[in-house]
């Protein structure tokens, strides 16, 4: 039975893991955000002196529509649930319309009583490493081909992301130095060796964590500096540069709380 409310875990539907499950609610939650502050002199106020975004918690409520004499069978399809949330990855619900949130931890509830058939479950599933809601489709700039450019990409959101980057070699001879900005932030690059037909990716995984690649290959020990490619919601410029023409290619994600 499709319901009206709905939640995935990568493809996967709650819903269709059994017929007999019934989603009760789902509340999408927001960012838990650590503030530390500091008084003012002079006896009123306070000066914030550190901000950070801890974690996000979705909890998903559901029930179980099988008589209660049928025990075995509620265990089962409350042990199929576990399951199912215990793959983590990319979580989607219906009421945060093209939207994702990257699962690091799934805190699973205590099955209970199965003789209770009016029982209801909740499932929480928590994010530590990007503790936002996401755009499942990014923002886009593309630029021609040539090794020193500038591109403007519009980032969504509201909240500050990171920005992927993709530089397709199109000299047909190796590039050894690469550099791009955006937002303030700079990575540069030597030493490459980044072949004649080959991309250099600068992106992100679901972590969040700043990976280089040259197809499978590291090159994260090319780079030199402390700098990711953070950026804000609206217009950011972002330039590069290299020995030899490329297309650079330019995603953000929008977040959300």
Do not use: C
């Amino acid at each position: 039975m499709i319901l009206s409310k709905r939640v995935a875990l990568g493809d996967v539907q709650l819903d269709e893991l059994h017929e007999a499950i019934v989603i009760r609610s789902i509340n999408p939650g927001v960012p838990h955000e650590n503030i530390t502050a500091v008084s003012r002199m002079g006896g009123s106020g306070q000066r914030v002196t550190g901000q950070h975004w801890e974690s996000l918690d979705v909890t998903v409520t559901y029930a179980i529509d099988i008589p209660k004499r049928e025990m075995s069978l509620r265990r089962q399809i409350f042990d199929t649930v576990n399951a199912w949330a215990a793959r983590r990855g990319w979580l989607t619900v219906n009421q945060m319309q093209n939207r994702k949130m990257y699962v690091d931890k799934v805190i699973f509830p205590s099955g209970g009583d199965m003789w209770d058939w009016l029982s209801e479950y909740t499932l929480t599933f928590r994010s530590y490493n990007v503790p936002f809601w996401q755009d499942i489709t990014p923002a886009q700039a593309v630029s021609g081909i040539t090794n020193n450019g500038s591109i403007s990409l519009a980032v969504p959101g509201i909240l500050t992301t990171t920005m992927d980057a993709y530089f397709e070699n199109k000299s047909g001879m190796t590039i050894n130095n690469f550099r791009i900005t955006a937002g303030g932030n700079e990575i540069r690059l030597s030493s490459l060796g980044l072949g004649g037909t080959e991309t250099l990716a600068i992106n992100h995984g679901g972590d969040g964590l700043l990976q280089i690649k040259i197809g499978s290959r590291s090159v994260y020990h090319k780079y030199t500096g402390n700098d990711d490619l953070y950026v804000n919601p609206g217009p950011v410029g972002v330039s590069f540069s290299a020995e030899r023409a490329g297309i650079l290619t330019a995603y953000a994600w929008g977040r959300y709380v």
